[in-house]
């Protein structure tokens, strides 16, 4: 079977062409699956029948099954889905007052960058999701959503590095961003990265205006290889020089995220390191204080301590923003949940 998620848009009116069906019909498909968030060929009831018993002979739609599903009191809810090898991913849908609905996609099975502070690195790489297999993901939050509610915000910061699986993710957000898919325009689509720079110059070359948040840590060689161990091959100036020729070929504004880790990346002398790697550039700097996994010996700095590390920042003249995430009652931490039923 065709999994009709790899690349809808070219699959599809290809297999209806070769069997003398209207190419019309593709479009209803689509927006059956994309707009009326459709979960089977049988509701599809503007298609033929027999073209639908057809269809449903020829694609699956879904390849994956929802292995857990947790609702917060705040209405971000945590999939975790079971792709068809047995492998299982997870991903958020996030509401916010501004109405807001913000999904949170991963790209990998596990992750080969290893960072010291995240559970998804623990177990390295088992393998790249499929573009179909992002896909669900996004149609799987879609269908959480109510009548009135519609998917405003994808972020690529789960499960993954998004950058080590350009191939398949590149598809499955063009096909979000289409306006005959999801329609979710493309600034408002965030690929969070700890900064392949090959990655990013290819990004770049392509011309996507997606929004790129770099997980930067540290601002010295020693300490960010510590933290992020696929520093070593790079090094930080070279990173941020990807990021200033991403920046002049597609005018889009770098993010560079800061986890804060108490006592490790948040003294005087690391804002002081942020500020001359930074300085002068058209950067946004998010501080994230950390969300405290079980079986990572990092702690989370106390409010004074962030306030001091971001007024420092700020007064050297770099936009910074501080952001606590959301989700931290149902394990929404990058990896986390999977491994927590891992472990059960
Ligand atoms: S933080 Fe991201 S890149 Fe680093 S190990 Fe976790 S999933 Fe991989």
Known sequence: MIHLLDRPFETLPTWLAERGVPAYRAGQVTTWLFKRRADGFDEMTD?????????????????????AHQRADDGTEKMLVELADGQRVECVLLRDDRHHRTV????????????????SGMDGLVRNLTSGEILEQLLRLQQLLGPD????????????????????LLPALAVAASPEGLGISARRITLSTVGLPGGIERLAREGVPYHLAVSLHAADDRLRTELIPSNRGTGVRALVAATDAYFEATGRRVTFEYVLLAGVNDRVEDADALVGLLRGR????????????????????????????ADRLARSGLTVKTRYRKGDRIDAACGQLRRRRQST
């Open 47 to 67: 298609l033929p029948q027999t073209l639908r018993a057809e269809l449903a002979e020829a694609f699956a739609i879904w390849t994956t099954t929802v292995a």
């Open 149 to 168: 509610e519609r998917l405003s915000h994808i972020v690529v910061m789960g499960m993954g590095e998004p950058l080590a699986n350009l191939d398949g």
């Open 282 to 309: 058209p950067a946004l700097v998010n501080l994230i204080p950390f969300n405290p996994v079980d079986e990572l010996p990092y702690r989370t700095p106390g409010s004074a301590d962030v306030a001091r590390f």
């Open 104 to 119: 949170c996609l991963s790209t990998q099975v596990g992750c080969a960058m290893g960072c010291a502070f995240c559970a």
